[in-house]
């Protein structure tokens, strides 16, 4: 499944950086061919088995 994914990868938009939280946190999404953006939080957590 992975290679299929990176197959369909039309971009990667990487966000600048927030530190309010105390700590660094960067918003990566990632848009796919046939699909459209996808924010990388909701695949990481399709991947670990969390459903919405």
Same mark, same amino acid.
């Given at each position: *499944?992975?290679?299929? !994914?990176?197959? *369909? ?15 660094? $946190? $960067?918003? +990566?999404? +990632?848009?796919?061919? !046939?699909?459209? +953006? ?5 695949? %990481?957590? !399709?991947? %670990?088995? $969390?459903?919405?």
């Amino acid at each position: *499944m992975p290679a299929v !994914l990176n197959d *369909m990868v039309k971009a990667v938009y990487v966000h600048a950086p927030d530190k309010s939280k105390g700590h660094r $946190e $960067e918003q +990566i999404d +990632i848009s796919y061919d !046939l699909v459209g +953006i996808l924010p990388a939080s909701l695949l %990481n957590d !399709l991947q %670990n088995g $969390e459903t919405a």
